[in-house]
């Protein structure tokens, strides 16, 4: 009995990894949905969105083109959850974060990579979701801006623990949290071919300027003085 209850098992594994369900290496049933997604995500990132078909994606999957349409509905709205699924997965890393205890500097810093990585891996969703944000009468704006506004108020929540733990200086933490969200896409693409030392440099930088500022008081200049901080943003 024990014997034939394995091979039934076996057979039907056999079955899920022929139909594409199965994922060979972590063993776990993938869905049609997922697996649509995945190919989006990738076949976007490698290749573009415009330059991207339907019937790309579905090869990519292993699906049924009209899958598409019955899990998404169009093109588009294969898009917007490929933006919404990139937007969630930072959301999910920025709670991590904000749990793990850690001094408030090593926490930016961290943020900063995690960050940088993401768009790294997600650059032509990210590029493609700034692009929507900068038209207000976009289809996909309804469906991501949401998403984009509990993400900011995670990252104001971790300025704010810094703000609190007098770490931070005379800054609003909220615009702070959006222009630190802002920095890394525009940078990312502006900076140079994208390779490890590129994104290092971005990393480095990034984290340089926006935790330690940029001007130094001068050692020559007595009366320079460094901006006023209030009591409790006081190092």
């Known amino acids: 009995m024990t014997a034939r209850l394995i091979k039934r098992l076996l057979d039907t594994c056999k079955r899920l990894i022929k139909r594409g369900n199965l ?23 490698e290749q573009g969105y415009a330059a991207t078909g339907t019937r790309a994606v579905a090869a990519r999957a292993k699906c049924n ?5 019955h899990y998404f509905g169009s093109k588009e709205g294969l898009l917007r959850e490929v ?16 749990a793990t205890p850690m001094p408030a500097e090593e926490r930016l810093d961290r943020l900063i990579d995690t960050m940088v ?11 493609i979701m700034c692009h929507q944000l900068a038209q207000a009468q976009s289809p996909l704006l309804a469906a991501i801006r949401p998403k984009i506004a509990e993400n900011v108020d995670l990252l104001t929540s971790i300025l704010e623990e810094a703000r609190g733990a007098h770490r931070l200086r005379d800054v609003d933490p909220r615009t702070a949290a959006v222009l630190l969200m802002a920095t890394y896409p525009v940078a990312s693409t502006l900076i140079g071919p994208r390779s490890p030392a590129t994104i290092a440099v971005l990393k480095r930088h990034i984290s340089q300027i926006f935790l330690q500022g940029v001007l130094k008081e001068p050692a020559d200049s007595p009366s320079w003085r460094a901006p006023a901080l209030d009591s409790a943003a006081s190092p």
């Open 117 to 127: 990585d993401h768009f790294d891996r997600c650059c032509q969703g990210m590029q």
């Open 83 to 98: 933006i919404v699924h990139g937007i969630t997965t930072v959301g999910e890393e920025l709670r991590h974060l904000h």
């Open 23 to 45: 994922d060979e290496a972590s063993g776990a049933v993938v869905s049609k949905r997922e697996q649509l997604l995945e190919a989006a995500i990738s076949l976007f990132s």
């Open 65 to 69: 083109v009209a899958l598409i349409s």
